[in-house]
């Protein structure tokens, strides 16, 4: 399983987010109907899916530290 750190501004808490993550069969990258690009990831700080939108980046990252 390939790791990563995502960083991406969340609207609903105000502030950069920095998250460990996988992608897994159920993750995707797309646009919403509005125009607005997104990614879905499995968030391995909180156990669940997340989706970072608009703009976001992702570091290469291996275990817990």
Not at 2 to 29: A, L, V
Not at 40 to 62: F, H, I, P
């Amino acid at each position: 399983m390939k790791t990563f750190k995502i960083i991406y501004y969340s609207n609903k808490d105000k502030k950069h987010i920095i998250r460990k993550g996988t992608h897994d069969e159920k993750s995707r990258f797309g646009t919403s109907k509005k125009g607005v690009p997104y990614y879905v990831y499995y968030d391995l700080d909180k156990l669940g899916y997340r989706t970072a939108t608009t703009t976001w980046k992702v570091y290469q990252w291996s275990g817990y530290q």
